[in-house]
Structures are given as C-alpha cells and as structure tokens.
C-alpha cells in the first residue's frame, strides 16, 4: 500500500505518447493504483476490530451507485450499518431502509442535516439553564456533540446500551468523549433507577429498530426521569413511533409526569419532539427568537415556533 501511494506522488509516466497498447497498459495500472489509494482514504484511520466493517475492512457499494457501505456488522442488540450516500453519512439499526438514526455531513462537521435534531435542538430555547445535561440513547452522537459545540461549559452525560453504537459513533461520525462528556455503557431505565444525579436538560432518543424500548415507554420510567430534573430544567423526548396508539399513550404518560408539555412535529421527518418540565416560559416565540440572538446553534430555531402546541389531554 505505502509503495503504491509514494509511486503516485512521483512524477509519472505519459501515457499520451506511447503506443495504443502500451497506453492501455499504462491507463491500466494507473487506474489500478488510483483506485486502491482511494481504497486506503476510505478505511477507518483507527479503531478496534468490534468497529472494522464485515466485508474484509473494505467498503461494499451497494445497489446505487453513489451509495456505500462501510460498515456492517451485528452487535448482541442490533445490525448497525453505516452508509455514505453522496456527501453524508448515516447510521441505520437493521438495515439501509429503516429510519435513519443519526446523519452527518462528510463536508461540514458543523452542519446539522438531521431535522429532529435541529428541533430538539431549539426546545433548549425553553430553558436558561444549560449547565449540565443527560442524553438517553447515543446513536451516532449528533445531539451531544452539537452541544458540546455550542454550549463548551456544558457537562454532558451520555447513557447508552450497546457498546458497539459508541464504537461506531467514535470511529464513523466524529463523536469525542473528554473531561466534560463521557458514555456511560448501561440499560438508560436502569440508569434512571440508580442515579441521584440531576440534569438541566435531559433527552430522550433511545429509539431502536423497533421503536422505543418498552422499559423507557413506561409511565414509571418517565416519573423517575422528573426526579432527576434540576429546577428549572426541561426535558425534551424524540417520541417517534409509527404506530399513532402508542405515540398517543407515549405522548400522556409525559404529560403526566411533569406539570407542563408541548410539542412539535417536524414538517418532513414527521418525528414529535416533546418537552416537558415544571416552569416552562409562556412566549415560544420569543424564547426562540433569544436563543438565535444567543447565537449558540448554528441554525436558526426561531421559524420553528408555529409548529408547537401544547400536549393533548
């Protein structure tokens, strides 16, 4: 591999003046060795084998031609792929086809393509307080890492079942843990359950293949999640399910652990952003429109108001 890549870089042959058959030759081996340089820039530049794609560390195209696969491989939870369509790369739990759980831009690291988290995203508009917060499903880490971003003295904890998913966040989607953000490799329902902790701000975007797991559903669950509220806090749930029964039931069990709920659903995505807490602020709009004055996000959140409303009874 080095000695193909040190022979690009030097001054090569012209391939123009030779005759038709050693041209081809030529064309040939030079496309060969183009080829596999491309091959290297496209391998992981690190991380262990439970995070190197199935398919002999290579990267497998699939039907599409501007689609590619690289990685592809079952944890003890879930079959985790990794696709790069065009200029972003996206996580999917079971296969290509399901519900995208995090995207990234392979061209701007700040961009935030994903639309639920760019909602959830403006629900911190709702609270001043954004000194610590808790995140309940890892994904690819485009939530924490956005506020890692904007929010530098923020302390973030991350609970997340599946050791792999944290792999592939690291090694695939830029996720980096420090001194103020650290994975926490637990059940997020038992988590919960442990904790004294208290959280500023806590979301919930544990949602599988199959949708929300049934210990995170529960109205138990969401009762100890209101206990491990700061004052003053928020919490903010992804409820996207593609059954409307159990969104609805989702969506009152919420309700009813906090004194007040609203929500919002996003325009394309159709996910239901909900947030909740105890002293939520009465203008939407022009919390929204402070948090752009603010700064902070890299997207503005203040065209979002019009989508809230409060949380059916």
């Not at 599409?64 to 079952?74: G, L, M, N, T």
């Not at 911190?124 to 003295?153: C, D, W």
Request: proline share 7%; charged share 25%.
């Amino acid at each position: 591999m080095l000695v193909a890549i040190a022979f690009v870089h030097q001054p090569g042959p012209d391939c123009a003046v030779m005759r038709p058959r050693e041209r081809r030759l030529c064309g040939a081996l030079l496309a060969g060795l183009i080829g596999l340089l491309g091959f290297a820039r496209e391998c992981p530049a690190r991380g262990d084998d439970a995070t190197r794609p199935a398919e002999a560390r290579g990267v497998a195209k699939t039907a599409a031609s501007h689609e590619r696969v690289v990685f592809d491989r079952k944890s003890k939870w879930n079959r985790i792929l990794v696709i790069d369509r065009k200029d972003e790369r996206s996580l999917f739990f079971g296969d290509g086809n399901g519900d995208t759980q995090s995207t990234v831009s392979l061209r701007d690291p700040r961009a935030v393509p994903m639309e639920y988290i760019r909602h959830a995203g403006g629900a911190l508009a709702f609270t001043p307080k954004r000194g610590s917060a808790l995140v309940v499903g890892l994904g690819g880490g485009t939530y924490p890492m956005l506020l890692r971003r904007s929010f530098p003295a923020m302390t973030i904890d991350v609970v997340e079942l599946d050791p792999m998913v944290r792999a592939v966040a690291r090694d695939y989607f830029g996720f980096v843990e420090d001194g103020s953000m650290r994975v926490h490799i637990a059940d997020g329902a038992a988590f919960i359950r442990r904790t004294r902790r208290r959280w500023d701000i806590i979301f919930l975007d544990a949602y599988g293949a199959a949708g929300v797991p049934a210990a995170l559903a529960t109205g138990a669950f969401f009762a100890g999640v209101a206990r491990r509220l700061a004052p003053g806090g928020l919490v903010i749930a992804n409820v996207s399910e593609n059954n409307p029964n159990r969104e609805r039931v989702l969506i009152t069990r919420i309700r009813n652990a906090f004194r007040e709920c609203i929500l919002q659903r996003t325009p394309t995505s159709d996910n239901v952003i909900v947030v909740a807490g105890f002293a939520l602020p009465k203008d939407i709009e022009g919390s929204l429109r402070q948090l752009d004055r603010e700064g902070a996000l890299p997207f503005p959140v203040a065209p979002m108001a019009p989508l809230h409303r409060s949380c059916p009874k």
